[in-house]
Antibody, heavy 122, light 110 residues
Framework: EVQLAESGGGLVQPGRSLRLSCAAS????????MHWVRQAPGKGLEWVSG????????GYADSVKGRFTISRNNAKKSLYLQMNSLRPEDTAFYYC???????????????WGQGTLVTVSS | QSVLTQPPSASGTPGQRVTISCSGS????????LYWYQQLPGTAPKLLIY???QRPSGIPDRFSGSKSGTSASLAISGLRSEDEADYYC???????????FGTGTKVTVL
């Protein structure tokens, strides 16, 4: 059974940093791309970033480009999202999601974690 | 802002057929696969349809997807109370070099 467990969310002041982690199990982690998708409370879904199986291809939404960095450690079966210069509009549930293929672009997510809430406020 | 447009709401009585549309452009739906996700209240999204019209194992055949040009649709036949949820379409966008989601449609079972 595919399981994705996010951690690292919390309350942070504007301009500060936060690092999210996602622990994966139940599938061969390094055979698939991984994604971060966020959802502001009461709002729709927004793709944040994706990383291919070998970290060779990485993409970001324009809204986070230059501020967020996605990475993965295949040996630890873990996905990360380093979030810098956080803004109030970054407040959202952040979901870790497994890609359906090795490529970020070829397919969207097929399994999702339960999400971790990031609140950016002074 | 979402580049895929969906109606904000749809509704039907139990047993009816409900259809949700998703409108995009040549850089997303017109060129790439379309996915549909179901999000029940208070839960994470769940994949319903992949590659335009394929159902993952465990998804009942009451759910079906189709795509034509730059638009797509999700049909739910034999509507049930447990289908009450938010539904999102998604696709890769070649111009944005990223995945894009639809605006979301809330389905209500009357």
């Amino acid at each position: 059974e595919v399981q994705l467990a996010e951690s690292g969310g919390g309350l942070v002041q504007p301009g500060r940093s936060l690092r999210l982690s996602c622990a994966a199990s139940g599938f061969t982690f390094d055979d698939y791309a991984m994604h971060w998708v966020r959802q502001a409370p009461g709002k729709g879904l927004e793709w944040v970033s994706g990383i291919s199986w070998n970290s060779g291809s990485i993409g970001y939404a324009d809204s986070v480009k230059g501020r967020f960095t996605i990475s993965r450690n295949n040996a630890k079966k873990s996905l990360y999202l380093q979030m810098n210069s956080l803004r109030p509009e970054d407040t959202a549930f952040y979901y870790c999601a497994k890609g359906a293929t090795v490529s970020v672009a070829a397919a969207g997510p097929d399994y999702w974690g339960q999400g971790t809430l990031v609140t950016v406020s002074s | 802002q979402s580049v895929l447009t969906q109606p904000p709401s749809a509704s039907g009585t139990p047993g009816q057929r409900v259809t949700i549309s998703c409108s995009g452009s040549t850089s997303n739906i017109g060129t790439n696969y379309l996915y549909w996700y179901q999000q029940l209240p208070g839960t994470a999204p769940k994949l319903l349809i992949y590659r335009n019209n394929q159902r993952p194992s465990g998804i009942p055949d009451r759910f079906s997807g189709s795509k034509s040009g730059t638009s797509a649709s999700l049909a739910i036949s034999g509507l049930r109370s447990e289908d009450e949820a938010d539904y999102y379409c998604a696709s890769w966008d070649d111009s944005l070099s990223g995945h894009v989601f639809g605006t979301g449609t809330k389905v209500t079972v009357l």
